[in-house]
T-cell receptor, first 111, second 113 residues
Protein backbone atom coordinates (compact mmCIF):
# COMPACT_ATOMS: atom_id res chain seq x y z
CA UNK A 1 0.00 0.00 0.00
CA UNK A 2 1.27 3.47 -0.89
CA UNK A 3 2.23 5.39 2.23
CA UNK A 4 3.83 8.69 3.25
CA UNK A 5 5.23 9.42 6.71
CA UNK A 6 6.43 12.83 7.81
CA UNK A 7 8.61 13.70 10.79
CA UNK A 8 8.72 15.43 13.12
CA UNK A 9 5.02 16.13 13.68
CA UNK A 10 5.89 19.55 15.07
CA UNK A 11 9.04 21.65 15.10
CA UNK A 12 9.84 24.84 16.95
CA UNK A 13 12.79 26.92 15.76
CA UNK A 14 14.29 30.23 16.67
CA UNK A 15 14.54 32.72 13.85
CA UNK A 16 17.72 31.94 11.93
CA UNK A 17 17.99 28.36 13.23
CA UNK A 18 18.24 26.08 10.20
CA UNK A 19 16.67 22.60 10.18
CA UNK A 20 15.24 19.85 7.99
CA UNK A 21 11.87 18.15 7.66
CA UNK A 22 11.69 14.51 6.62
CA UNK A 23 9.26 12.70 4.33
CA UNK A 24 9.66 8.95 3.88
CA UNK A 25 7.54 7.10 1.37
CA UNK A 26 6.66 3.71 -0.03
CA UNK A 27 4.94 3.81 -3.38
CA UNK A 28 4.66 1.65 -6.45
CA UNK A 29 5.89 3.54 -9.46
CA UNK A 30 6.64 7.02 -8.16
CA UNK A 31 5.55 9.66 -10.67
CA UNK A 32 6.49 12.60 -8.50
CA UNK A 33 6.97 13.86 -4.96
CA UNK A 34 5.42 17.18 -4.01
CA UNK A 35 5.88 19.65 -1.18
CA UNK A 36 3.10 22.02 -0.18
CA UNK A 37 2.80 24.71 2.46
CA UNK A 38 -0.50 25.15 4.28
CA UNK A 39 -1.48 28.08 6.47
CA UNK A 40 -4.31 27.65 9.01
CA UNK A 41 -7.74 27.63 7.40
CA UNK A 42 -6.37 27.75 3.85
CA UNK A 43 -5.75 25.31 1.03
CA UNK A 44 -2.28 23.84 0.39
CA UNK A 45 0.08 26.06 -1.59
CA UNK A 46 2.36 24.31 -4.08
CA UNK A 47 6.11 24.59 -3.44
CA UNK A 48 8.11 21.93 -5.32
CA UNK A 49 7.90 18.84 -7.51
CA UNK A 50 10.72 16.27 -7.51
CA UNK A 51 10.76 13.45 -10.02
CA UNK A 52 13.88 11.36 -9.52
CA UNK A 53 16.47 10.48 -6.89
CA UNK A 54 19.23 13.04 -6.65
CA UNK A 55 17.05 15.91 -7.80
CA UNK A 56 17.07 19.18 -5.82
CA UNK A 57 14.89 22.30 -6.03
CA UNK A 58 15.30 25.63 -4.24
CA UNK A 59 13.06 28.58 -3.51
CA UNK A 60 14.17 31.38 -1.22
CA UNK A 61 15.03 29.77 2.14
CA UNK A 62 13.68 26.34 1.16
CA UNK A 63 15.50 23.48 -0.54
CA UNK A 64 13.94 20.11 -1.33
CA UNK A 65 15.91 16.94 -2.04
CA UNK A 66 14.89 13.42 -3.05
CA UNK A 67 16.33 9.94 -2.56
CA UNK A 68 14.79 6.59 -3.44
CA UNK A 69 13.08 6.32 -0.06
CA UNK A 70 12.73 9.82 1.35
CA UNK A 71 12.71 13.54 0.74
CA UNK A 72 14.00 16.37 2.87
CA UNK A 73 12.85 19.96 3.05
CA UNK A 74 15.74 22.06 4.31
CA UNK A 75 14.92 25.45 5.80
CA UNK A 76 17.86 27.83 5.98
CA UNK A 77 17.78 30.78 8.40
CA UNK A 78 13.98 30.64 8.81
CA UNK A 79 11.87 33.70 9.53
CA UNK A 80 8.60 33.87 11.52
CA UNK A 81 6.66 34.09 8.24
CA UNK A 82 7.87 30.58 7.40
CA UNK A 83 5.62 29.25 10.19
CA UNK A 84 3.08 26.89 8.60
CA UNK A 85 2.32 23.22 8.10
CA UNK A 86 4.47 21.61 5.42
CA UNK A 87 2.86 18.71 3.58
CA UNK A 88 4.58 16.05 1.52
CA UNK A 89 2.68 14.04 -1.10
CA UNK A 90 3.48 11.35 -3.65
CA UNK A 91 1.86 10.64 -6.97
CA UNK A 92 1.71 6.93 -7.65
CA UNK A 93 1.68 5.10 -10.92
CA UNK A 94 -2.07 4.84 -11.44
CA UNK A 95 -3.96 6.71 -14.11
CA UNK A 96 -5.64 9.30 -11.89
CA UNK A 97 -2.45 11.07 -10.73
CA UNK A 98 -4.06 11.44 -7.32
CA UNK A 99 -1.88 12.64 -4.44
CA UNK A 100 -1.21 10.64 -1.30
CA UNK A 101 -0.33 12.96 1.56
CA UNK A 102 1.53 12.61 4.80
CA UNK A 103 0.15 14.18 7.98
CA UNK A 104 2.44 17.18 7.74
CA UNK A 105 5.00 18.91 9.93
CA UNK A 106 3.79 21.96 11.86
CA UNK A 107 6.62 24.49 11.90
CA UNK A 108 6.73 27.41 14.32
CA UNK A 109 9.52 29.94 13.95
CA UNK A 110 9.88 32.25 16.91
CA UNK A 111 11.41 35.74 16.59
CA UNK B 1 -4.54 32.94 -5.21
CA UNK B 2 -4.20 29.81 -7.37
CA UNK B 3 -7.19 30.60 -9.57
CA UNK B 4 -9.24 27.74 -8.08
CA UNK B 5 -12.29 29.02 -6.21
CA UNK B 6 -14.62 27.21 -3.82
CA UNK B 7 -17.99 28.19 -2.44
CA UNK B 8 -19.03 28.48 0.31
CA UNK B 9 -15.91 28.93 2.42
CA UNK B 10 -17.73 27.86 5.56
CA UNK B 11 -20.88 25.80 6.09
CA UNK B 12 -22.55 24.95 9.37
CA UNK B 13 -25.40 22.46 9.19
CA UNK B 14 -27.41 20.19 11.41
CA UNK B 15 -27.05 16.43 11.33
CA UNK B 16 -29.30 14.90 8.70
CA UNK B 17 -29.33 17.91 6.37
CA UNK B 18 -27.98 17.86 2.81
CA UNK B 19 -25.16 20.18 1.74
CA UNK B 20 -23.61 21.02 -1.62
CA UNK B 21 -20.22 22.57 -2.33
CA UNK B 22 -18.98 24.09 -5.56
CA UNK B 23 -15.53 24.25 -7.12
CA UNK B 24 -14.55 26.45 -10.07
CA UNK B 25 -11.25 25.27 -11.55
CA UNK B 26 -8.54 27.08 -13.45
CA UNK B 27 -10.17 27.46 -16.85
CA UNK B 28 -7.74 25.43 -18.94
CA UNK B 29 -7.41 22.59 -16.40
CA UNK B 30 -9.32 19.48 -17.44
CA UNK B 31 -8.51 17.35 -14.39
CA UNK B 32 -10.30 18.02 -11.10
CA UNK B 33 -9.91 16.35 -7.71
CA UNK B 34 -11.80 16.46 -4.42
CA UNK B 35 -10.01 15.80 -1.13
CA UNK B 36 -11.10 15.81 2.50
CA UNK B 37 -8.89 17.02 5.32
CA UNK B 38 -9.52 16.56 9.05
CA UNK B 39 -7.67 18.38 11.80
CA UNK B 40 -4.02 17.40 12.09
CA UNK B 41 -4.11 15.18 9.01
CA UNK B 42 -3.11 15.57 5.39
CA UNK B 43 -5.74 15.73 2.65
CA UNK B 44 -7.29 12.39 1.62
CA UNK B 45 -8.39 11.69 -1.93
CA UNK B 46 -12.13 11.42 -2.55
CA UNK B 47 -12.74 11.49 -6.30
CA UNK B 48 -11.30 12.50 -9.68
CA UNK B 49 -12.74 13.92 -12.90
CA UNK B 50 -11.20 14.20 -16.31
CA UNK B 51 -13.38 16.67 -18.17
CA UNK B 52 -16.94 15.61 -17.30
CA UNK B 53 -16.13 11.95 -16.63
CA UNK B 54 -15.78 10.77 -13.04
CA UNK B 55 -12.98 8.24 -13.40
CA UNK B 56 -12.12 7.24 -9.84
CA UNK B 57 -13.81 7.25 -6.44
CA UNK B 58 -12.21 6.47 -3.09
CA UNK B 59 -13.77 3.97 -0.73
CA UNK B 60 -14.06 6.99 1.60
CA UNK B 61 -16.82 8.23 -0.69
CA UNK B 62 -19.87 6.55 0.84
CA UNK B 63 -23.29 6.31 -0.82
CA UNK B 64 -24.22 9.61 0.81
CA UNK B 65 -21.65 11.46 -1.26
CA UNK B 66 -22.08 12.36 -4.91
CA UNK B 67 -19.98 14.52 -7.18
CA UNK B 68 -20.64 15.92 -10.63
CA UNK B 69 -18.83 17.99 -13.21
CA UNK B 70 -21.32 18.95 -15.90
CA UNK B 71 -19.76 20.01 -19.19
CA UNK B 72 -16.30 19.59 -17.71
CA UNK B 73 -16.33 23.01 -16.07
CA UNK B 74 -17.25 23.59 -12.42
CA UNK B 75 -17.82 20.67 -10.06
CA UNK B 76 -20.20 20.07 -7.18
CA UNK B 77 -19.87 17.75 -4.21
CA UNK B 78 -23.09 16.87 -2.38
CA UNK B 79 -23.36 15.16 0.98
CA UNK B 80 -26.78 13.78 1.87
CA UNK B 81 -27.97 13.12 5.42
CA UNK B 82 -24.86 14.66 6.96
CA UNK B 83 -23.26 13.06 10.01
CA UNK B 84 -20.96 14.60 12.59
CA UNK B 85 -18.11 12.55 11.16
CA UNK B 86 -18.45 14.50 7.90
CA UNK B 87 -17.10 17.61 9.62
CA UNK B 88 -13.88 18.45 7.77
CA UNK B 89 -12.29 20.76 5.24
CA UNK B 90 -13.27 19.81 1.68
CA UNK B 91 -10.61 20.77 -0.83
CA UNK B 92 -10.77 20.98 -4.60
CA UNK B 93 -7.64 20.78 -6.75
CA UNK B 94 -7.08 21.01 -10.48
CA UNK B 95 -4.34 19.99 -12.87
CA UNK B 96 -3.59 20.81 -16.47
CA UNK B 97 -2.62 18.37 -19.18
CA UNK B 98 1.15 18.46 -18.93
CA UNK B 99 2.23 19.57 -15.49
CA UNK B 100 1.78 17.05 -12.68
CA UNK B 101 1.32 19.44 -9.78
CA UNK B 102 -2.17 20.11 -8.49
CA UNK B 103 -3.36 23.55 -7.47
CA UNK B 104 -5.73 23.75 -4.55
CA UNK B 105 -8.61 26.04 -3.81
CA UNK B 106 -9.14 27.65 -0.39
CA UNK B 107 -11.43 24.83 0.76
CA UNK B 108 -14.89 24.63 2.30
CA UNK B 109 -14.97 24.11 6.06
CA UNK B 110 -18.00 21.97 6.98
CA UNK B 111 -19.24 21.74 10.56
CA UNK B 112 -22.06 19.29 11.30
CA UNK B 113 -23.80 19.94 14.61
Amino acid sequence: EDQVTQSPEALRLQEGESSSLNCSYTVSGLRGLFWYRQDPGKGPEFLFTLYSAGEEKEKERLKATLTKKESFLHITAPKPEDSATYLCAVQAGDSSYKLIFGSGTRLLVRP
Amino acid sequence: DTGVSQDPRHKITKRGQNVTFRCDPISEHNRLYWYRQTLGQGPEFLTYFQNEAQLEKSRLLSDRFSAERPKGSFSTLEIQRTEQGDSAMYLCATRGGIEREQFFGPGTRLTVL
